[in-house]
């Protein structure tokens, strides 16, 4: 199983990014997916997750409004977009598979991306 983030990099304030995350090696469309992210010496954090149709997300608060976690079954792949990026949006991002229903705790994840560095100046 693989799951290849990508989409960072350095942007400013104020603009917006969409990070994938594309699976191989399992059956996607039986997973729920999420993301998370680990800002310079914080533990990493839930940041979204999506059902196994997509027809379901969670946020966590300090996000909430400006990122939205879809997914596209035929592709494989899940993605996150993120608008309105402010300096403490600064960390690596994580995408995360677990076999069922999502979940905002890193626990209940059996698989994980390598990360995506996203770097926002003021």
């Known amino acids: 199983v693989q799951l290849q983030a990508s989409g960072g990099g350095l942007v400013q304030a104020g603009d917006s990014l969409r990070l994938s995350c594309a699976a191989s090696?399992?059956?996607?469309?039986?997973?729920?997916m999420g993301w998370f992210r680990q800002a310079p010496r914080n533990e990493r954090e839930f940041v979204a997750a999506?059902?196994?149709?997509?027809?379901?997300?969670a946020y966590a608060n300090s996000v909430k409004g400006r990122l939205t976690i879809s997914r596209d079954n035929a592709k494989n792949t899940v993605y996150l977009q993120i608008v309105s990026l402010k300096p403490e949006d600064t960390a690596v991002y994580y995408c995360?598979?677990?076999?069922?229903?999502?979940?905002?705790?890193?626990?209940?994840?059996?698989?994980w991306g390598q990360g995506t560095l996203v770097t926002v100046s003021s």
């Open positions: 995360a598979a677990r076999y069922g229903a999502y979940s905002d705790r890193q626990t209940d994840y059996i698989y």
């Open positions: 090696g399992l059956a996607f469309s039986y997973y729920g």
């Open positions: 999506i059902n196994l149709t997509g027809g379901s997300t």
